[in-house]
C-alpha cells in the first residue's frame, strides 16, 4: 500500500486527479472505476477544469461506477446516476454509451450483476477504481462482513450507512435498504485501486483498513493485498495512523519515474 497524506483534500484531489489524467494520456482505451458521495467531489472538478482548461480528452474512456441504490430511477436527485451525470459526465466529453452505472431499478438483480461484471471484463478491466471510504470501512456498498472475494451483487446497508446519507434523502425513513455495488473481489481486479478519505471522521476507518489486520470485518483493508492500492487522506483521515513519519519520508524520497 502507497500512504499519501496531504495538507487538505484539494491537495489530495488535485494529486488524485493528475494519477487520472496521466491513464487516460497513457491508454488508448483507458477504463476507469468511478465512485460518488463527497469525497470525490473536489476530484472531479479537477478533472473537468483539467478538460475545460487542458483539454484533457475523455472521449475515448469508458466508466464503470461503484454502486447505486436499488429501487431508485435514474432521474431520482438522490440516485448515483443523477449525481455522476451532474457533477462529472455533463461537464466533459465522455460518451453517453462509454458510461456503466448500475441499474437500480433492474428486474433480475442477479443476472443484472453478472452482466455488469461481464461488461467490465469486455471492456479490458477496470485500470484505475476511485474509491471513497465508509465510517464503518466500507468500500462501494460493501459492508462490513462481506466477502473478500464477492463480486457484484445486491448488498444490505448497515444502519451507520444509512445515517451517513440521510441528508441526501431528506430523512434516514427515505433512505434505500439496498444498493447493488461492485464486489472486494471485483475492485480487488482493477489495475489500480485509489482510496480517498478527508476529515476526521474518517480517521478510525483509515487507520484500520491500513495498519490493521485483513478482515471482511473492515472491508477496505482487503486493499492490503491488492499490488498497487494508493491510500490519499488529508491530515486529519491520517491522524491515527501509528506510521504517519514513514508514509511521508516514502512520499518525499519517492524516485522520479514513479511521481504523479
Ligand atoms: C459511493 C460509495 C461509498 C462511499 C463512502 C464514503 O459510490 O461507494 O463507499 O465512497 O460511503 O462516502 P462519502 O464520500 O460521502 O463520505
Known amino acids: 500500500m502507497e500512504v499519501i497524506i496531504q495538507p487538505d483534500s484539494e491537495k489530495a484531489s488535485f ?3 493528475r494519477l487520472i489524467k496521466k491513464i487516460i494520456q497513457e491508454k488508448p482505451k483507458p477504463v476507469i472505476g468511478l465512485a460518488t458521495g463527497n469525497t470525490p467531489l473536489l476530484l472531479y472538478k479537477f478533472l473537468v477544469k483539467m478538460h475545460r482548461e487542458e483539454g484533457l480528452d475523455f472521449s475515448q474512456v469508458v466508466a464503470f461506477n461503484l454502486d447505486e441504490y436499488v429501487g431508485l430511477p435514474a432521474d431520482h436527485p438522490a440516485s448515483f446516476h443523477h ?9 466533459i466529453n465522455i460518451k453517453p454509451e462509454n458510461v456503466h452505472i448500475p441499474d437500480g431499478l433492474a428486474k433480475d438483480i442477479p443476472s443484472y450483476c453478472l452482466q455488469y461484471e461481464q461488461e467490465i471484463k469486455e471492456a479490458g478491466g477496470l485500470d484505475i477504481q476511485i474509491l471513497g471510504l465508509g465510517t464503518d470501512g466500507h468500500i462501494g456498498f460493501n459492508e462490513p462482513s462481506s466477502s473478500l472475494s464477492s463480486r457484484t451483487r445486491i448488498k444490505t446497508l448497515t444502519d451507520q450507512t444509512r445515517k451517513d446519507n ?3 434523502f431528506g430523512g434516514e425513513e427515505n ?6 455495488t461492485m ?3 471485483t475492485i480487488l481486479d482493477a489495475r489500480t485501486c485509489l482510496m480517498l478519505a478527508f476529515g476526521k471522521k474518517k480517521a ?12 471482511s470485518m473492515v472491508p477496505a483493508s482487503a486493499l492490503q493485498l491488492h499490488p498497487r492500492a ?9 491522524s491515527e495512523l501509528k506510521h504517519l513519519d514513514y508514509y ?12 504523479f
Open 15 to 17: 494529486l488524485a486527479a
Open 204 to 215: 478510525r476507518a483509515i487507520a484500520l483498513a491500513v495498519e490493521g489486520p485483513i478482515t
Open 83 to 91: 449525481y455522476m451525470w451532474k457533477n462529472l459526465f455533463s461537464q
Open 183 to 185: 464486489g472486494i473481489g
Open 175 to 180: 433512505v434505500p435498504y439496498h444498493a447493488i
Open 248 to 259: 511521508q519520508w516514502v512520499f518525499e524520497h519517492k524516485p522520479e519515474w514513479q511521481k
Open 230 to 238: 494508493i491510500i490519499l487522506v488529508d491530515r486529519d483521515a491520517a
Open 166 to 168: 440521510a441528508v441526501f
